[in-house]
């Protein structure tokens, strides 16, 4: 059999390029804190355990597992096929659907919660919204959020540079974008969204640290060499801030709630 062949709209390729990689994602992106789980149940005003929660762009399930820790009764919703295999190994105990939130496979009024983690970006809300407000219970939650790398940390504004430089990733649009993603999470102004910045950090070998960038679909849409290349000269700059070879990555998370009617 022939892998399919790649989609010709940018844009499609991006959101699609994460299958090929699924099994190092899920061992290598970071995941987010527990402050932004507080953050969701705070604003969605209700506790995340017993919730009916919807995870949309489930990936490799690295929300939903957290989400199911706190007690919530999770559905994941993923389109790709290497990432919903990934989470059915990994998380057998959650149920997955394929699918994706441009037209949710999902019954009218049943959910609690939807959250998006790192993915509305990736749907047209003028699809994706009206499925959330027809999926979601009334009083339910729509959550959206997105770890953002902390451009104000000195050694995370050097890397951004070289990768422009290098690569030709335009850091500083790309950041600009995940501004943009939070201010027209819905362009149509029907969800009245509250808004909240979350700092957080690990600790993470060098290893992992240029895994979890090589699975950032900016890059993988990157010729290999030239990425492999790209990496290697990171490791060299890495190790001289970090001579003890543990990167301590910095990530505002960008959080948006909004409750229905
Ligand atoms: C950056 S990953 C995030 C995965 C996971 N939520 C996490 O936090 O790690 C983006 C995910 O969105 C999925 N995706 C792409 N297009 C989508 C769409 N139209 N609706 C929902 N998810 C989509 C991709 O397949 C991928 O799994």
Redesign the pocket.
Known sequence: MTAAPPPADPHAAR?GS?NAVAARYAAN?PSYPPALLDAVEELAGRPLSGAKAVD?????G??STLLHARGADVLAV???AG?AAEFRRALPHIPLVRG???ALPLADAGADLITY???WH??DPARSVPEALRVLRPGGALALWWNTNAQDVDWIAEAAGRAGRSLGIDVAAEQRKAGERVEQADPSGRLDFTRRTIRWSRRVPIDTHLANVATHSALLVVPEERAAAFLEQERAHLLEVFPDGVVEETYDVLLVVARTP
């Open positions: 959101a994460f992106r949309v762009g489930a990936g490799t690295i929300a993923e389109p790709g990432m994706d939130g441009n983690a790192q993915s990736w749907t």
